[in-house]
């Protein structure tokens, strides 16, 4: 298949498209930038442009199967300091990519939502996709908009897609640096020898899921043919849950260095708990997580400080 991933170049980006070499498919990149930690691959085209240039965007689509949304401009954590920027550059210009796919008559859309976010505070654990859907964020309330849309497009003009709804993804590649991504952000600290930062008293639970495991996801999605009244939306996670004091607790574990915890107080956008209910993906998309925390762990670590070698 010809696929286009937006946001190719990115943490879970660059691991798709590995999958999608791998599996023998044509891939062609846009982003905004370069990948910040490895050399782009020879065997992909490699488009520098945003999702917010209309034009660039209806001229990447054009001769693709398989368009991978992958995109965002923004966090959970920062997301409610300018909602109107979020709906802005996310729901306006994805909306812009459904009707280029629509008028290219791309096969499928994958687009990747929010599974931490979009059911806001849970009602019972784990969460399926039929929950209620309350988010406290206006990342998770976008990610929900932009699922309807491509509804929209599905019953309206005959756009497919599949969205799959993540949880907390890490592993190699992922900024040690960054503004979310509990386990890279962990790790980047004790391969600095900086105490980490929790807010709260460490108790929140996530489902937290190693990167590979969500690339194989997406190209299951979009290798995955839905008859009529079959779902396209899923949740993608471990299926279970840690806290971030057990995360602490497996880093201790799995690593050689001390490590030191310092606790602030909670925030607001963050629910209590989430995990996720993937025995619809295992049915619908013959898909099921590999990596054990630990092994990811491990893997994770090994590649962070290889950045900074003691």
């Known amino acids: 298949m010809k696929t286009l991933v937006i946001g190719g170049n990115g943490f879970i980006g660059c691991h798709l498209v590995d999958q999608l070499i791998l599996q023998g498919h044509s891939v062609r990149v846009l982003d905004r930038y370069p990948s910040r930690f490895r050399e782009a691959r020879k ?12 034009g660039e ?40 990519l459904f009707q280029a796919c629509r ?22 654990i784990p969460i399926p996709e039929d929950h209620t859907t309350e988010p406290i964020c206006s990342y998770g309330i976008t990610k929900l908009a932009i699922e309807k849309y491509l509804y929209l497009f599905y019953t309206q003009w005959g756009q497919d897609y599949v969205v799959l ?30 105490p980490i930062n929790i807010f709260g008293d460490g108790e929140i639970v996530r489902d937290y899921i190693y990167v590979t495991d969500a690339a194989k996801a997406l190209v299951c999605a979009a290798e995955y043919k839905a008859g009529p009244g079959d779902p396209r939306i899923f949740n993608i ?25 310092n606790y602030a107080p909670g925030r607001t956008v963050d629910v209590p708990s989430n995990v996720l209910d993937i025995k619809l993906a295992q049915k619908h998309l013959n898909w099921t997580p590999e990596i054990e925390l630990g092994a990811g762990l491990r893997q994770t670590w090994e590649w962070i400080t290889s950045l900074n070698p003691a």
């Open 237 to 261: 996670g471990a299926g279970r849950g840690y806290s971030l004091n057990e995360i602490v607790a497996e880093i201790k574990k799995n690593i050689d260095r001390p490590i030191n915890v």
């Open 165 to 194: 709804r993540f949880s907390n993804p890490y592993g190699v590649l992922q900024n040690p640096h960054a503004k979310q991504g509990v386990i890279g952000v962990f790790l980047g600290a004790a391969s600095e020898n900086k």
């Open 57 to 96: 965007v209806a001229s990447a689509v054009k001769g693709m199967d398989w368009v991978f949304h992958l995109a965002y401009t923004t966090v959970p954590q920062t997301s409610n300091d300018d909602p109107v920027y979020d709906i802005k550059s996310n729901v306006e210009d994805s909306v812009q």
């Open 43 to 54: 065997e992909v085209e490699n488009l520098i442009g945003d999702l917010g240039n209309h």
């Open 103 to 124: 008028d290219s008559n791309v096969k499928k859309v994958v687009f990747i939502s929010s599974g931490g976010t979009i059911y806001g505070v849970p009602k019972n």
